[in-house]
């Protein structure tokens, strides 16, 4: 295959690498195509081993969008990863998607795989079911955002 899924990171290192490495492909494929990805989510990340290192890949872009169109930045049902999905994203409004919702995506990714670790031998012993982090995977999105405030 062309990569593994991102739960094959076998240190804090390597998921920072990973990380690193799919922000600058966001940013890359933003500033010389115009493309903005929208559903940055731990399962369009993969992790790609070769003789230099760890590194990252973005994956699937069926909720990418040209930001040159006219009316890209309006709000489209389902477009994102419901845990992982920006602020803006989930309510409902016409405040123009930008590459900042993205990147807000990443910074959730983050606290999930900290909050439920990255594979088997990360996840926590205790108890996560009281935390506010559990209802970002509800269906209401009202308060899917509210409880990423």
Known sequence: ?????????QSIYELVV???DVMRCHMGILKHCQILHRDISEANILVR???TGVHGMLIDFDHSI???DEGYAVRTEGAGT???M????LEDNSTKRTALDDWESIIYILCWLGTFGWNRATQPSGSVSKMAITSWNDYDEMMNAEAKR
């Open 18 to 20: 990973v990380i690193y």
């Open 1 to 9: 295959g062309v990569g593994e899924p991102l739960e094959s990171v």
């Open 86 to 89: 920006s602020i803006n994203n």
């Open 82 to 84: 419901r845990p992982f």
């Open 49 to 51: 081993r070769d003789d």
């Open 66 to 68: 040209d930001i040159t």
